[in-house]
């Protein structure tokens, strides 16, 4: 069965410290691999894509590793703002067909100050 | 702008009347669909749609139907509304080809009482 699990659940980290968030799946055919953030009442917005032939990829303060053998992602960020909190979801793409995205709960961060 | 555009954004009805949310997007995307959110459990896909007068079930698709006569509108029925469709609805759309970035409405917050 296709499934994207991500952890922690939820994070609190204090204002300027860095943390990683998790992302393991079983999704095959694998296509691609995306990290949303989810500002709370608002619709998700991709922040990076991964390919199976990448294995890091930044965008600002946030970087995303894939591990296409262990199927594992993580994001990661760095020197954390307030404006940080949000869900953050992890969507893999399941290659032909619909291309149909398999979605993770997401990580719910808080960064206090 | 290119956007997903949701109406309404809050809705509160009773159980039994019949609503119509809609979802309308300005970037000539085939593909179209329909999500609801509900906390710990994530996005979960009602329904979608590959292109003009083709839709399909999603993974949750009970007590919903959708149509698809432009492409640029794909709008949510419930014909019947029960309370245990209250969540967080969201209408998303993306090109059937290339990277297959979804991009998300804002989010309609549905309760049924």
């Known amino acids: 069965k296709n499934q994207v699990e991500q952890s922690p659940q939820s994070l609190i980290i204090l204002e300027g410290k860095n943390c990683t968030l998790q992302?393991?799946?079983?999704?095959?055919?694998?296509?691609?691999l995306r990290w949303y953030k989810q500002d709370t009442g608002r619709g998700p917005v991709s922040l990076t894509i991964?390919?199976?032939?990448?294995n890091t990829k930044s965008n600002g303060r946030y970087t995303a590793t894939l591990d296409a053998d262990t199927k594992q992602s993580s994001l990661h960020i760095t020197a954390s703002q307030l404006s940080d909190s949000a869900s953050y979801i992890c969507?893999?793409?399941?290659?032909?067909?619909?291309?149909?995205?398999?979605f993770g709960a997401g990580t719910r961060l808080a960064v206090h100050p | 702008e290119a956007q997903v555009t949701q109406n309404p954004r809050y809705l509160i009805t009773v159980t039994g009347k019949k609503l119509t949310v809609t979802c309308s997007q300005n970037?000539?995307?085939?593909?179209m669909s329909w999500y609801r959110q509900d906390p710990g459990l994530g996005l979960r896909q009602i329904y979608y749609?590959?292109?003009?007068?083709?839709?399909d079930k999603g993974d949750v698709p009970e007590g919903y139907k959708v149509s698809r006569k432009e492409k640029r509108n794909f709008p949510l029925i419930l014909e019947s509304p029960s309370p245990n469709q209250t969540s967080l609805y969201f209408c998303?759309?993306?090109?059937?080809?290339?990277?297959?970035?979804?991009?998300f409405g804002p989010g309609t917050r549905l309760t049924v009482l």
């Open positions: 998303a759309s993306r090109h059937g080809t290339g990277t297959n970035e979804q991009f």
């Open positions: 992302c393991n799946y079983t999704v095959s055919p694998f296509s691609n």
């Open positions: 991964m390919t199976f032939s990448e």
């Open positions: 969507v893999v793409r399941v290659r032909g067909g619909y291309n149909k995205l398999i």
């Open positions: 970037m000539n995307h085939e593909y």
């Open positions: 749609s590959m292109n003009v007068e083709v839709t």
